[in-house]
């Protein structure tokens, strides 16, 4: 992307849930899951994500691992070599808020915020409640201003500071 040209970067808590089918995993198979990707470091990346989410099922944080190690870590890249280019800012943005789909069980999945993006909330993955109604309100006017200004901040959304390395600044889009 162009140094003068500004960005958002964003992903979504559980990305990668859509990919697995374990929803019966258990602690041990959480550990397993988590061996198969970190090795000796799997004990305590379970316990730091278990500490984040003590009542999420084990099949959503190997989802949160997994989406980690893949999506994230990409949007994050992505984020700080734009944040290193001089000139126009880049913003980042974490969806967590859960779809109601398949009783919550997919967590906040990969492309549930495309629909509210643009205020859009009939879809499975969002549902049409008057929370839905307003997180759509607040990502879409934040894509509106960004589109017509190119800073995604507006009267709906907290300020949003441009991400930046040490700070890392990312908008949390949740109720």
């Known amino acids: 992307v162009s140094a003068d040209v500004p960005m958002i970067v964003s992903s979504v808590l559980d990305e990668r849930s859509y990919r697995m089918g374990d929803f019966a995993m258990d602690e041990a198979g959480l550990l397993a899951f988590a061996r198969e990707r970190l090795a000796d470091k799997a004990q305590e ?3 730091a994500y278990r500490a984040e989410d003590p009542d999420a ?4 944080l190997a989802a949160r691992l997994d989406s980690d190690m893949t999506f994230r870590k990409g949007a994050f890249a992505q984020a700080e070599l734009k944040a290193k280019q001089p000139g126009a800012p880049v913003w980042t943005y974490l969806w967590t808020q859960p779809s109601p789909a ?3 069980r997919f967590g906040a999945v990969h492309g549930i915020d495309v629909a509210p993006s643009l205020y859009n909330t009939r879809g499975a993955l969002n549902g049409s409640s008057a929370q839905a109604n307003e997180l759509a309100r607040a990502i879409a006017s934040s894509w509106a201003a960004f589109a017509a200004n190119g800073d995604p901040n507006n009267e709906h959304v907290p300020e949003w500071t441009p ?3 040490p700070e890392r600044a990312t908008m949390i889009f949740d109720e």
């Open 45 to 47: 990346a379970v316990a």
């Open 57 to 60: 099922p084990p099949f959503l």
């Open 102 to 104: 398949a009783d919550g």
């Open 163 to 165: 991400y930046s390395p």
